[in-house]
Every structure is written in structure tokens, then in C-alpha cells.
């Protein structure tokens, strides 16, 4: 082992990877993270944490963890791509605030039937589908108000 391996694992597609000193970096602070976070953002906050990972590396750790389905990805109006721990195992979607970014994981059955049955209908298999919703949370609806309110 170098000094850099830790260990190996088996990810969701069978596949064996190694385990690094920057990929429990980065898998840890995203724990410790309660909504959504830019690479950049994740960048920082590993170097604050005196993490010696790259953004290259930041970049390549995060996108292997999505596609192994460890993180979730929201992509913002712009394109630019967010990820996250989610607490929930199974297939879910996300309410997130467009102002402070809060995410809260939902279950949709009546999304879930609606997208089997479109798929169906026009002879699709396989298919996957990712329903985010965007809008204000409590908090932040309160402060828009507020701010409304005071600007009379």
C-alpha cells in the first residue's frame, strides 16, 4: 500500500475502488453537511479543514461518489451541480429553497406512477427520472415578507 491507500471497497456496481485519505475527506465533511454544496464550496471547506485535496481531486471524488449513487446531484439554474448526503436509501426528490438552499428529501408516489406510466405509454424501459422543486422555504418566505414589509 502507498501512503495515500487506506483500504478498498466495493462500489454500488461491483466494482472495487480504492479508499484514500482524500476520499474520507471529502466523504466526511459531506456528512457533516446538512444541505446541498457546490465542489468549490466543498473545496473550501475541506482546505479549512487543512484537507490537502485538490479541486481536481475534489471534482473526481464527488462525481465517482454520484455515480455510485453516495450523493445526491441538483443541478441550479445556472447548471452548476450540488451534492449531498441523503438520508434517504431509496429513490426520493427534493423541495429546496431558491434562496438559502435548504433541502428537504419527499417521497412522490403520484410522480413515481405518472413517470411509469408516460414511459410506458410510449414504449420506454429502463427509465430513470429526477423531480427537484424549487421555492421558498418557511424562513425564508418569512424574511421575503419581512423585507417586503419594511420597505413601505
Known amino acids: 500500500m502507498t501512503g495515500t491507500t487506506t483500504g478498498h471497497t466495493r462500489a454500488s456496481g461491483g466494482r472495487e475502488q480504492r479508499v484514500t485519505k482524500q476520499k474520507v475527506a471529502v466523504g466526511e465533511a459531506l456528512n457533516d453537511l446538512a444541505d ?4 468549490q464550496e466543498l473545496h473550501r471547506i475541506l482546505q479549512e479543514r487543512g484537507a490537502s485535496v485538490s479541486l481536481a481531486t475534489t471534482y473526481r471524488i464527488v462525481q465517482s461518489m454520484a455515480e455510485d449513487g453516495l450523493v445526491d446531484v ?3 439554474d445556472d447548471g452548476e451541480a450540488r451534492y449531498r448526503r441523503c438520508e434517504a436509501r431509496g429513490h426520493h426528490h427534493h423541495l429546496v429553497c431558491r434562496r438559502c438552499g435548504k433541502a428537504v428529501e419527499i417521497e412522490a408516489p403520484a410522480v413515481e406512477s405518472w413517470a ?9 424501459t429502463a427509465v430513470e427520472h429526477t423531480v427537484e422543486i424549487f421555492g421558498l422555504c418557511p424562513e425564508c418566505s418569512a424574511a421575503v ?8
Open 145 to 152: 415578507a419581512a423585507e417586503s414589509g419594511s420597505e413601505d
Open 74 to 76: 441538483l443541478r441550479t
Open 116 to 124: 411509469s406510466r408516460v414511459a410506458a405509454e410510449h414504449g420506454y
Open 36 to 39: 446541498f454544496v457546490s465542489t
